[in-house]
């Protein structure tokens, strides 16, 4: 597994509580989500590989 570095991240209140609603939603803790969109977003924009997607 990759090594994990730890960071400060501000966020507006409102975008917090929609992203803790929505980790409840997938049953995942708030940075699991947080990371999760991350590496979406990443994927989405061909920024690193799908590697769910061997063509990418």
């Given at each position: 597994?990759?090594?994990?570095?730890s960071?400060?991240?501000?966020?507006d209140?409102?975008m917090?509580?929609?992203?803790?609603?929505?980790?409840?939603?997938?049953?995942?803790?708030?940075?699991?989500q947080?990371?999760?969109?991350l590496?979406?977003s990443?994927?989405?924009a061909?920024?690193?590989k799908?590697?769910?997607?061997?063509?990418n």
């Amino acid at each position: 597994m990759a090594e994990k570095k730890s960071f400060a991240l501000r966020i507006d209140a409102e975008m917090m509580k929609a992203i803790e609603k929505w980790a409840a939603d997938e049953f995942r803790s708030v940075n699991g989500q947080i990371e999760w969109m991350l590496n979406k977003s990443l994927k989405d924009a061909k920024r690193i590989k799908n590697k769910d997607n061997s063509t990418n």
